[in-house]
Every structure is written in structure tokens, then in C-alpha cells.
T-cell receptor
Framework: KAGVTQTPRYLIKTRGQQVTLSCSPI?????VSWYQQTPGQGLQFLFE???????NKGNFPGRFSGRQFSNSRSEMNVSTLELGDSALYLC??????????????FGEGSWLTVV | KQEVTQIPAALSVPEGENLVLNCSFT??????LQWFRQDPGKGLTSLLL?????REQTSGRLNASLDKSSGRSTLYIAASQPGDSATYLC?????????FGQGTRLTINP
């Protein structure tokens, strides 16, 4: 069955713009989480959605937001882009919320470059 | 606050060797620990998941162990191959999220 699909794979944006990234989880998975990966900070948790509700949020400013649709697909949005937002954004899906008992599967990521 | 450390940061070994990657964490109140592999420019591939009640998991040439009381996990790779070259990340599953180590960049030399 298909894995976690993220679009777009690569994008370049200008400071001050906004960006929307999309994630389609594995069929049947209802939880979607987002992580940011940078060389300096490594992988950091952004937020988790389950059944269209945000369950948890990491320590990121309000410029980072997300949502989940009834088909479990998720989008994340970053407004007023800053150079430091350049990163690989990874989406992960799992059957249930949280990490207990869950194998978490990641997509290929969306590479965002802010210039 | 959970902190996860992976040592060494980089490792280079000749093909065929058996090797061990280390992961340590500060808070033993975990649900599970998961090992991932990341190839350059790619996402994460799940290798092994160890539940907090388990001591080890095996998949092919890979064996992962978990000692919650000491806050340690190891990933053992047997008979290493050039295709094993990648960055290996361990992630501790807490109540809400995965907390990742910085990874070990592994190079297997033919």
C-alpha cells in the first residue's frame, strides 16, 4: 500500500511569503504529525493532528499552523517566512494518536528554502 | 524534558564488520523507542520499534535492545554492507511525541 505522500518535494520562497505543505497519510491512518529537520536543531516536533483535532503542539511560534481534513490528509502553513524556516519538513502518520503502541511512518519530506 | 544522545556522531567501518550504534535518553518514562534510517535528502525509514515492556527486537541483520532503567538502547548491525551507509536516528516515544537524537552517520567502506 502507498506510503506517506508529501507535496511539494522542493520549493523556494522569499522572506515574508507564506507556504502551505501537504501530507497524505497511509490509508487507514488517522494521526498525522509534522516535524522540522535542520542541521543545527535536528528533528523537532511541530504538531500532531488526530480526527481533525490538534492534539499536541511543539515549541514553535504561531506562524506555524496546520489542519487536518476528514479524509485524514493534513496541511501545514508557515506565514511570514524567515530565513531560519529553511528546513526539511517531515510528515508522519500512524494508526492512532500519540506514540504508545504505534509504529510511526514518515514521508520523504518537503524541502523548503527561504531566500 | 527528555533528551536523547547518540554516540558516535559518525562512524566509518570496512564492509563485513559487525557494529553497534548507541542511543541514550534521560527520562525512563517512555512508551517505546524506534530506530530509523535516513538516506541523504530523503525521509525516515522505520527499522525497528521496541515497546517499553520489551528488551529487544530483531529484523534481518538488525537487532535493537532497550534497557529502560539505564536509559540506553543499542542498534546492532551484523555483517555490514555498503548499502547500510546512511544516518541512523533513534527516537524515544513519550506521551505526546517522538524525541530524536542527532543521529549517527554511518559509512561502510567496500
Amino acid at each position: 500500500k502507498a506510503g506517506v505522500t508529501q507535496t511539494p518535494r522542493y520549493l523556494i520562497k522569499t522572506r515574508g511569503q507564506q507556504v502551505t505543505l501537504s501530507c497524505s497519510p497511509i490509508s487507514g491512518h488517522r494521526s498525522v504529525s509534522w516535524y522540522q529537520q535542520t542541521p543545527g536543531q535536528g528533528l523537532q516536533f511541530l504538531f500532531e493532528y488526530f480526527s481533525e483535532t490538534q492534539r499536541n503542539k511543539g515549541n514553535f511560534p504561531g506562524r506555524f499552523s496546520g489542519r487536518q481534513f476528514s479524509n485524514s490528509r493534513s496541511e501545514m502553513n508557515v506565514s511570514t517566512l524567515e530565513l531560519g524556516d529553511s528546513a526539511l519538513y517531515l510528515c508522519a502518520s500512524s494508526l492512532s494518536a500519540g506514540t504508545a503502541g504505534n509504529t510511526i511512518y514518515f514521508g520523504e519530506g518537503s524541502w523548503l528554502t527561504v531566500v | 524534558k527528555q533528551e536523547v544522545t547518540q554516540i558516535p556522531a559518525a562512524l566509518s567501518v570496512p564492509e563485513g564488520e559487525n557494529l553497534v550504534l548507541n542511543c541514550s535518553f534521560t527520562d525512563s518514562a517512555i512508551y517505546n523507542l524506534q530506530w530509523f534510517r535516513q538516506d541523504p535528502g530523503k525521509g525516515l525509514t522505520s527499522l525497528l520499534l521496541i515497546q517499553s515492556s520489551q528488551r529487544e527486537q530483531t529484523s534481518g541483520r538488525l537487532n535493537a535492545s532497550l534497557d529502560k532503567s539505564s536509559g540506553r538502547s543499542t542498534l546492532y548491525i551484523a555483517a555490514s554492507q555498503p548499502g547500510d551507509s546512511a544516518t541512523y536516528l533513534c527516537a524515544v516515544g513519550g506521551a505526546q511525541k517522538l524525541v530524536f537524537g542527532q543521529g549517527t552517520r554511518l559509512t561502510i567502506n567496500p
